[in-house]
């Protein structure tokens, strides 16, 4: 099982990390990466370069993502 926690008083990580350690059978993994909602940052920001590369023939409407959404799932339903 594997669990993330996040701890804002840098003081406290000491405490808490030798708190963990004397549970048996946990492994403590130091992530060195800042978070942006929920990725690392390193990542976030490649996704953001990759959004501002798109050009408009990219893209595709509204209208046009939801006649794919509903086709898909016309093929899935019709599986069953």
């Known amino acids: 099982m594997n669990l993330t926690i996040e701890i804002e008083n ?5 405490f808490i990390k030798k708190l963990l350690e004397s549970l048996k059978g946990v492994k ?3 992530n ?10 390193h990542v976030f920001e490649e ?11 990219d ?10 959404i509903d086709e898909e799932i016309c093929k899935l339903n019709s599986q069953k």
């Open 10 to 14: 840098k003081e406290d990580y000491p």
């Open 32 to 41: 060195k990466y800042e978070i942006i909602e929920g990725v690392p940052a």
């Open 59 to 68: 893209l595709i409407s509204k209208k046009d993502f939801f006649k794919l």
């Open 47 to 57: 996704i953001e370069k990759y959004g501002e590369s798109l050009k408009e023939e």
């Open 28 to 30: 403590i993994i130091e």
